[in-house]
């Protein structure tokens, strides 16, 4: 390899040299845009709403180039202090935390306030990744249990703020790490077993009555269609009403006339589809599942444990976003706080998911000195 | 570190098999998750698309009631009596408005609002609900409208909105027949709901609640228009989508002439009285007036309730009674009746006399009744009682008659029953007989009582309208048109949204008939009429002086009532009497007396002195010198006038003489 190094380098395109990954960059870029024109319309057609959210993917995508150049396999390193730091931080956040929008998720710094949780969703599956990548794969049960019980601390901690949106990405993207590590289809059906059998346990002696009754509302949400089914009535007529072709831009009468809440945010898929219709849907999801094909790809060929289980996590994990948001907005799933990843307006999570994107572009690029 | 030897000897292949087998696993996992996710969409977009497409159009699409305009009314010349009148008012609609505080005194200084609605108004803010428009100030003035439109632009949030209201130029001229409209109160929608009606009604504000604007307030109202806006969540209209017009009331023409109107007004200035003028050909009533009237304007904007205690108060003389309507004691306005009742029956003819000594008294009855002549009137005949308003012969008649007699022929003229007329304020006044009487009071009738029946006295009350249609039935010979105010209808033919805008389709009034009274020789109608007639053309009548010199040829009857009773030999002094117990002047007349074209029945409470003749006649004789030509007022604007009143006014005080 090194005798060869000299001429790939000479091979290796600017972008290469950037550390920017430019298939997946098109993806990103194509939803980013989208994400303008989406954001423009559910805005409210305000020039302030669009600039500000166009800063913010501007910024994030400054904030991926900066990521891209850091070598991956130098996370290894920091992983232990930084996770350790992160519970803490969000064991911080539970005691002196700020509260907004009922629950407790930001820490006040005095000079700026800070999501801790958002750190979480990047230093989880480093940690894990780190962790399982120590040892043989597949992973033997009791590093998996130890694995877990990583998981399992930091996804409680954010439930109790409680942010059950991102307790579930963060869950999700440990978990994917162990699955993807080969944990044994035996302890895999294991825990889904046990799971299920746990859940009536947790519905009648864990879960509080407001969450009960998102269940209740997510099954028939046309019990309290002016209170706590209107958000998903609302938004599957929104979707329902686009029909094949959408109503086209802008004229989406279920957002523009403030019918849908949430429209910018967390609904803004609901936004698109009532504007855009199914063809809308069917491009938005094939530019997703190319992201993520790009993304496992990007896995499968980077060539350490550590580097395959964090792309390989991150890569899910991004799907889990799309995923639970178009679910959720569509009458599949329970109402979670998870905003469409890269189109919804929302500075935090666009920031944390480029960073993400930053680290599959470092795996891609650095791969070959690293090794 | 333990782990340092294991990477030693881990086999990199393996691993990357593995991973590659669960990543490719994942992968079709993605896949199907995708599927599902679309499949899902599919659904919606697809297969429920109709379903979701009628609720979001439900979600924003409403239809808003448009109010038609109500009908106008006319006089029977085309003078404009009930108007639809634009109302401006001022409004605002506070979310869109930056600084409400700061733009409110700036719009007030603009429009001159006083500093103390400021406030109120402020105060009221705070208690609204969300993006609904409040009224700021209703009532703009022409000046504030340009004013504040010009200026416009400074001003986002605040609008102004047009609306009609109704407004009576005659004021309270016309008030007594023509009624008024007011605000829709809670009975009102539960009746018009029971008639299935409240839909037609959604965008309406006022209904009518008295006199003709109630009894045909239906056919004045209209139907409902609709437009189709679109909504945002707080109900807010964005735009129209489709508009469906309303169709506008049908206008009214009336029989009612405004100026003979006037002249009624200016004749019972200073009485409490009604004056009601009838054409018997068809029974049209050309002017009914009850003095004192009141404004119906009032009413329309909600009348305050210190004005309302005014017009309650006694010293305002009942303004709200429609005089013209309630019963009076006819007096001796309805001895031609007994007349022809006599002749029918055959107890008189023209020829029969009776000797009159001043006073009359039942056989083997020591109380005397007076006449109204202390020395008599001698010997008296069919002509000469009229003429004379002999009481002495109409005793001896109605005594020969009996009650019964009486009171069926009366009941015929109309008497003690509603004429039918097209208001609703109608009383039927009293027509006694034995059975009324039983009913009334579970008393036996006196002889004694049949005798003041004969003069028009004791239970026995008319209306002037009763009046007016009894001698209406008179001239006709019997033939009964039941009195009416409504001449025409007319309305534009709307079609196909688009307003046509040809000629109105101009309905005219079917006059009601009822049943007429036959008599065993026609020939009798003649003889009253004939006893009418001398009653007004012969010198020393009673009615002669009501009509002398007049250009046309009238006939009438005078009549007196008394409202307390006297004791007998007692002398009645009008300037010893409480007003309020002081005589009634009644006055009926027609004219011309071959082929008669009016009839006026005219009736004034508690007069200081004098009777029907010199009271109640001359108002009779100058509403009849007006329908004939005599006109104090030549009116060329017929047009839509707002300060007609004004000038009708200053016509008749300059041109007037006193009668």
Known sequence: MRNTGHDQQKQRTLWQRLHIDLPLLSGILALLILGLFVVYSAGGQENAVLIRHAKRAGFALVVMFLVAQIPPLSYRKWAVPVFILGLMLLAAVLLFGHVGKGAQRWLDLGFTKFQPSEIMKLVVPIMIAWYVSQYDLPTKISKIIIAFILVLMPTLLIAKQPDLGTSLLIASSGIFVIFLAGASWKLIGTCVGLASAFAPVLWMFLMKPYQKQRVLTFLNPEQDPLGSGYHIIQSKIAIGSGGIHGKGWLQGTQSQLEFLPERHTDFIFAVFSEEFGLIGVGLLLTVYLAIVMRGLWIAVNAQHAFTKLLAGSLTLTFFVYVFVNIGMVSGLLPVVGVPLPLVSYGGTSMVTLMAGFGILMAISTHRRFHV | ?659
Not at chain 2, 87 to 104: A, C, F, G
Not at chain 2, 438 to 466: D, F, H
């Open chain 2, 1 to 659: 570190m333990a782990p340092k030897k294991r990477v030693a000897i881990r086999n990199h292949s393996a691993e990357a098999n593995l991973f590659a087998r669960r990543t490719f696993i994942t992968f079709i996992t993605v896949l199907i998750l995708s599927l599902v996710l679309f499949s899902n969409i599919y659904n919606l977009e697809v297969n429920s698309y109709q379903k979701y497409q009628t609720r979001s159009n439900s979600n924003r699409i409403k239809l808003l009631p448009v109010a038609p305009n109500r009908g106008l009314i006319y006089d029977r010349n085309g003078v404009l009596l009930a108007d639809n009148t634009p109302v401006y008012s001022l409004e605002v609609i506070p979310e869109q408005v930056d600084d409400i505080k700061k733009r409110l005194s700036e719009v007030s200084e603009l429009l001159d609002i006083s500093q103390e609605k400021q406030n109120k108004l402020l105060k009221e803010l705070k208690s609204k609900r969300r993006f609904k428009p409040i009224e700021l100030y209703s009532r703009l003035s022409e000046q504030q409208v340009s004013l504040f439109s010009v200026n416009q632009h400074k001003f986002p949030g605040f609008f102004i909105d047009a609306r009609l209201k109704r407004y009576y130029p005659f004021a309270d001229l016309t008030t007594h027949s023509l009624g008024y409209v007011a605000r829709i109160n809670r009975k009102d929608s539960l009746e018009l709901e029971k008639q299935g009606l409240a839909e037609n009604y959604a965008a309406t504000r006022n209904i009518g609640k008295l006199g003709l604007e109630k009894y045909y307030q239906d056919i004045l109202h209209g139907t409902i228009g609709h437009q189709e806006v679109e909504i945002n969540n707080q109900g807010r209209v964005i735009r129209t989508l489709d508009f469906t017009p309303p169709i506008p009331g049908k206008d009214l023409t009336l029989t009612l002439d405004i100026e003979l109107q006037m002249i009624a007004k200016r004749a019972l200035s200073g009485k409490r009285g009604a004056v009601v003028a009838i054409d018997p050909r068809d029974g049209g009533v050309l002017a009914m007036y009850s003095n004192p009237s009141f404004d119906g304007n009032l009413f329309v904007h909600g009348i305050s309730s210190k004005k309302y205690k005014k017009l309650l108060a006694p010293a305002s003389n009942k303004p709200l009674l429609n005089r013209a309507v309630q019963g009076y004691p006819p007096a001796s306005t309805i001895k031609p009746l007994l007349a022809l009742t006599g002749l029918e029956a055959e107890l008189i003819t023209p020829e029969t006399e009776i000797y009159d000594p001043g006073f009359y008294q039942l056989p083997g009855i020591e109380t005397k009744r007076r006449d109204w002549k202390k020395w008599g009137h001698g010997k008296v005949n069919l002509t000469k009682s009229l003429e004379q308003s002999c009481n002495v012969y109409y005793y001896d008649l109605a005594y020969k008659l009996g009650i019964t007699r009486i009171s069926k022929m009366m009941e015929k003229f109309g008497f003690g029953d509603y004429t039918g007329i097209d208001i609703h304020e109608e009383s039927r006044a009293i027509m006694p007989s034995i059975e009324w009487k039983r009913a009334r009071y579970n008393k036996a009738w006196y002889t004694g009582e049949t005798l003041s029946v004969g003069i028009g006295q004791s239970y026995w009350s008319v209306t002037p309208l009763q009046l007016s249609q009894a001698v209406s039935i008179l001239v006709n010979k019997g033939r009964i048109k039941v009195p009416h105010f409504l001449k025409a209808t007319s309305e534009v033919v709307i079609n196909d949204k688009k307003i046509n805008t040809q000629q109105p389709i101009i309905t005219e009034y079917v006059v009601d008939e009822k049943r007429p009274i036959t008599l065993s020789n026609d020939r009798y109608w003649d003889m009253v009429l004939d006893g009418l007639h001398n009653t007004v053309q012969k010198f020393g009548a009673t009615g002669y002086a009501a009509f002398k010199g007049s250009k046309y040829d009238a006939a009438g009857k005078t009549g007196s009532a008394q409202t307390a009773n006297i004791a007998q030999d007692e002398e009645y002094d009008a300037k010893k009497v409480q007003e309020n117990k002081r005589d009634n002047a009644m006055f009926i007349a027609f004219a011309p007396y071959e082929n008669p074209e009016i009839v006026v029945a005219v009736a004034i409470e508690n007069v200081a002195k004098g009777g029907g003749g010199t009271n109640a006649g001359p108002v009779a004789r100058q509403i009849m010198d007006q329908y004939f030509g005599d006109r104090e007022i030549i009116s060329t604007d017929k047009t839509k006038h707002p300060h007609h009143e004004e000038i009708y006014h200053q016509n008749i005080t300059n041109t007037a003489g006193e009668p």
